[in-house]
């Protein structure tokens, strides 16, 4: 098994005409990929498990007039394809009318999305096992620390196409690697991570030592009182209140009235207010960040600026959604880019004069929709900070916040990292963020 | 065979796949099914499973299993007066997992063909042999049974897979409308999942087990927005899934209920917010199953507890286990937590585990004591010197033909008032001013299972004993061992209710695993209680 069995763009083209041959619905969409991942974890000093897996499937979507239905499955033989259009097509005969569908589109051009990268699609089960015995070097060589990795590669070659024409093919390669590093007395842990389309784009050797690092300053942490606090947050941690903002971009729901963003009153939507800091900057950028240039529907996805210098700018339409408002689509608000400056995190940390510095959050859960209101935890790493310099390591908290406050805080934002393979977000230090209650666990 | 000539070879192998010059019978995927059904043992897929043992045995392996998993799933979603979308899926393949001095491998192939399980087979034991090179503390296997060929198929009334997508449609699209005819409530959705899996196993200890689960997954969401549009109020994780047939959906998607459902998305919206502090807690059963899953059912994960979760899901504060069980005091002494595999409905309900262990149950918690772990083959000797039980207890899982088996939760049940059948109206005269709380809402809990916050769909102030106005923006936060020791009366068996979850995340890749909770209500005294409106 290899990664050259990745569907060619003609093969995906060939495979979903053949398809769409059989199909003698009114209107049919489908979509062909293949796909391939190798991981290997650590535990405990040692390598867990490693695993090779490689799948190819089909989805078909049959419509009669305004009832549609989809069939996937990963037989490809003549009998498994005809099965599943034939499947698709009696389905969607006794599924109930949908009045929101829409058309599907004829033949759409795409700007081309470089997302493959043949570093990581070749980075096998030898060149994994050698990162995992690294990072075990580094934590058992500076002392009594535990190393547990995760480190997956995976690359896919997926088509879209309909019986009007349209086709899309788009391959991508993406890695992610993280690494908990742990004190053998179980009172610290450490956590650093990396990700990127392009393997030969990671700096390992860092990331294990920061990882360590952080293991070993944070043994025996000491409690602070739960409050309000400046904080600096890593790229990771930024990620993540920002996955809680992208979340809740979406138009529908604000002109419905159950949003953060639907105005109270009459109706209508916080478009052009400034809800947050004027250094708040956040845009999709699907191209740049070499995603498919394209939604499922083949709707072609373009660069969306969500928020100017802190003011929101539109909220995210799908095409039935814009048809209805006259608005144009600009499909989900994801392959986030945010804007950042050029501090790095030590510079971030060096700006703080009491505050504190947080590696990692966990367990993120809604409280409020109203709000955006979250709770979750931190965890891996949480250090106190004087006068810009780390002084100690500190308990874990559990957190309630919102980005609308968190992100209205901004007081410095450092250079962005790629924190996925589809995202790229800045560290940054905030004015206060709040924690609720002491969390003992390492 | 590559994949790409498999499939360029398409049409020479319609009509089944070869295997030995023997055909495996062309299956209709979706096609129709008998109302009640049952898995039995196909003899070609029973071949091709021993075939892929013998490569792994005669590569090196000292133990070898072999899995196929046809995976269906069917899912309808709807919103207010039509379809939002209808969709299926089914997945097929092989996973084999090969042992080698005290290490594991694994490797899968969507190919059912002799060849590809063969090349599959050698390729986990090479995955085995490579691991098995540097690893420090060589694994060892509980002892198993061998039980020859057996099935096992989930007890069901109706295979949801019989039920057209029309008539699911239907029940959803009638019940939308009793939602909606409630003054107030301005939005509904509701869907229903499910899942059908056929799952035969063969080990290299000598049993062969065909077995068919089910689960079904209904939900609906009820959202009232005040006239003004100044707030907004759900009510939604209104039935938990279940590992029963269709019939479950029938039973517990009823007008009667949205119709309660509805009025309590409107009662929420005019409800009194919290005054934050310390409150007694009264937990109904649809909100206690979720607490216990987080609290009791991860750190009682016994790779959990030793590390080999540490990246992910992180570990537990039940560590380490030669100084935790059978003294560490979790809650008080009429508190009995029992895990097991053998509920009809359950989720966790199995006959076999994916290692071929028989389902069983056994104590977690007895009289308030933590007395044992949930393990795997692999794991019953990290800990027998302690519970002298050198077996397994039958919790080897994996969520797909392409996933590794691990451990992960059997169904974990708080046990009712044994001395005292308790009604609610008895448990909630032992509260003087509480709060009540129902449904599943928002849950979190840090890395080591110690410090949660969660909250409800719904809740009422409890004063005198008596269930009173409706309060919202409310949410608990406290210490596992501090709660479970603040529990002070339960329910008796009458209060007895079993939620779930279809979706439990663990591991690296992630795997998917489904529970069923039982438990009655219990009273929980001063536990902190935030506003989250402020």
């Given at each position: 098994m290899n990664r050259s069995d990745l569907l060619t763009e003609t093969e995906a083209r060939e495979l979903a005409s053949r398809i769409l041959a059989l199909s003698t619905a009114d209107e049919t969409e489908v979509s062909v990929g293949s796909t391939w991942s190798g991981n290997t974890r650590s535990a405990v000093n040692r390598i867990t498990t490693a695993g090779e897996v490689e799948n190819t499937s089909i989805s078909v979507t049959a419509r009669f007039d305004r009832r549609q239905a989809s069939v996937s499955t990963n037989r490809l033989d003549e009998e498994g394809l005809r099965a599943a259009v034939d499947d698709a097509a009696s389905q969607a005969r006794l599924t109930p009318e949908n009045p929101e569908l829409m058309p599907p589109l004829g033949p759409q051009s795409y700007a081309e999305s470089r997302g493959f990268f043949e570093p990581t699609a070749s980075l096998g089960p030898d060149a994994r096992g050698r990162v995992a015995a690294d990072a075990i070097r580094v934590a058992t060589g500076k002392g009594d620390l535990t190393a547990a990795g995760f480190l997956t590669a995976s690359a896919g070659a997926a088509a879209i196409a309909n019986s009007r024409g349209m086709f899309a093919y788009h391959r991508s390669t993406s890695v992610d690697y993280e690494l908990t590093v742990r004190t053998a007395d179980g009172t610290g842990s450490g956590w650093a991570g990396v990700a990127h389309?392009?393997?030969?784009?990671?700096d390992i050797p860092t990331m294990h030592a920061r990882a360590a690092d952080r293991a070993l300053h944070s043994r025996e942490p000491t409690s602070v009182d739960p409050g309000n606090y400046p904080v600096v947050f890593t790229a990771a941690a930024m990620s993540d209140i920002l996955g809680l903002l992208a979340g809740s971009l979406n138009a529908r729901s604000a002109d419905e009235g159950r949003s953060a963003f639907s105005a109270a009153g009459a109706g209508g939507t916080?478009?052009?207010?400034?809800?947050?800091?004027?250094?708040f900057q956040l845009e999709s950028d699907p191209v740049g960040l070499g995603s498919?240039?394209?939604?499922g529907d083949g709707m072609p996805l373009e660069r969306q600026v969500w928020f100017r210098d802190g003011v929101l700018e539109q909220l995210s339409y799908d095409r039935y959604w814009a048809q209805q408002q006259g608005a144009e689509p600009t499909g989900f608000a994801g392959s986030l880019r945010m804007g950042g400056g050029d501090a790095t995190l030590e510079d971030l940390i060096a700006g703080l004069d009491r505050g504190l510095f947080v590696t990692r959050l966990w367990y993120i859960r809604r409280i409020d929709p109203r709000t955006i209101l979250y709770t979750g935890l931190t965890r891996d790493g949480v250090f106190w900070v004087e006068n810009g310099e780390i002084v100690r390591p500190v308990h874990n908290f559990r957190w309630n916040d919102s980005p609308l406050t968190a992100f209205a805080s901004i007081e410095a934002l450092g250079r962005p990292e790629r924190?996925?393979?589809?995202r790229e977000v800045p560290p940054a230090r905030l004015s206060s963020f709040h924690f609720s209650t002491v969390s003992e666990a390492v | 065979m590559q994949r790409r000539d498999f499939m360029k070879a398409g049409a020479a192998v319609a009509g089944g796949f070869a295997l030995n010059g023997r055909m495996l019978a062309a299956r209709s995927l979706f096609g129709p099914s008998v109302s009640r059904s049952r898995a039995t043992i196909d003899p070609v897929l029973r071949e091709l499973l021993l075939e892929a043992i013998d490569a792994a045995t005669a590569a090196g392996a000292s133990y070898a299993d072999a899995r196929t998993e046809l995976v269906l799933r069917q899912s309808i979603r709807t919103r207010e007066d039509h379809v939002a979308g209808a969709g299926e899926s089914a997945s097929e393949g092989v996973g084999v997992r090969a042992f080698v001095d005290g290490s594991w491998g694994f490797a899968a192939t969507p190919e059912m063909t002799l060849e590809a399980v063969v090349r599959a087979a050698r390729t986990a034991t090479a995955v085995a042999q490579a691991n098995a090179a540097v690893q420090r503390a060589p694994m060892t296997l509980a002892p198993v049974e061998s039980y020859g060929d057996v099935a096992w198929t989930a007890p069901?009334?109706?295979?949801?897979?019989?039920?057209?997508v029309e008539e699911k449609a239907d029940l959803l699209l009638r019940l939308n409308q009793v939602a909606l005819k409630?003054?107030?409530?301005?939005f509904v959705s509701s869907g229903v999942s499910c899942y059908r899996t056929d799952k035969t196993l063969a080990t290299s200890t000598g049993t062969v087990a065909a077995q068919r689960f089910m689960r079904v997954g209904p939900y609906m969401t009820i959202t009232a927005v005040a006239s003004d549009r100044s707030r907004f109020q759900s009510r939604g994780s209104v039935v938990e899934p279940s590992g029963y047939g269709y019939e479950y959906v029938l039973e517990n998607m009823t007008p009667e209920s949205v119709e309660v459902w509805a009025d309590e998305a409107v009662g929420m919206l005019q409800a009194d917010t919290v005054e934050a502090g310390d409150w007694d807690l009264v937990l109904h059963p649809t909100h206690l199953w979720l607490t216990i899953h987080e609290s009791i059912g991860h750190p009682t994960e016994l790779d959990r507890a030793l590390g080999y979760e540490a990246n992910y899901a992180g570990t537990s504060f039940l560590a380490p286990p030669s100084e935790v069980?059978?003294?560490?005091?979790?809650?008080?002494?009429?508190m009995n937590i029992e895990a097991e595999?053998?509920?009809?409905?359950?989720?966790?309900?199995?006959?076999?585990?994916?290692?071929g262990v028989k389902a069983e149950s056994w104590p977690l918690v007895q009289d308030g004591i933590f007395v044992d772990y949930q393990t795997t083959r692999g794991q019953a000797s990290w800990i027998s010197e302690y519970?002298?039980?050198?077996?397994?207890?039958?919790c080897s899982y994996a969520s797909g033909w392409d996933d590794i088996q691990f451990q992960r939760m059997p169904n974990i049940n708080l046990e009712p008032n044994a001395h005292d059948d308790l009604s609610e109206e008895d448990v909630l005269a032992?509260?003087?001013?509480g709060i009540y709380v129902e449904g599943r809402n928002s849950y979190s809990i840090d890395q080591q299972r110690y410090n949660f916050q969660f909250s409800g769909q719904v809740a009422w102030e409890v004063k005198g004993g008596k269930k009173t106005r409706m309060l919202r923006d409310v949410a608990y936060q406290a210490r596992t061992p501090d709660f479970w020791n603040s529990m002070a009366v339960i329910g008796g068996p009458q209060t007895y209710y079993v939620g779930g979850s279809l979706n439990d995340g663990k591991g690296q890749p992630g795997q998917s695993n489904a529970v069923s909770h039982g438990c009655p209500i219990a009273v929980f005294r001063d536990v902190n209680v935030l506003n989250t409106a402020r």
């Open positions: 389309r392009d393997w030969s784009q990671l916080k478009v052009g207010e400034k809800l947050l800091d004027e250094k498919p240039p394209y939604q924190v996925s393979s589809s | 069901h009334e109706i295979d949801p897979f019989s039920v057209s409630r003054s107030g409530v301005r069980l059978n003294s560490f005091r979790y809650g008080p002494e009429f595999r053998i509920t009809a409905g359950g989720m966790a309900s199995i006959g076999y585990d994916d290692e519970t002298g039980n050198e077996r397994s207890h039958g032992a509260v003087d001013r």
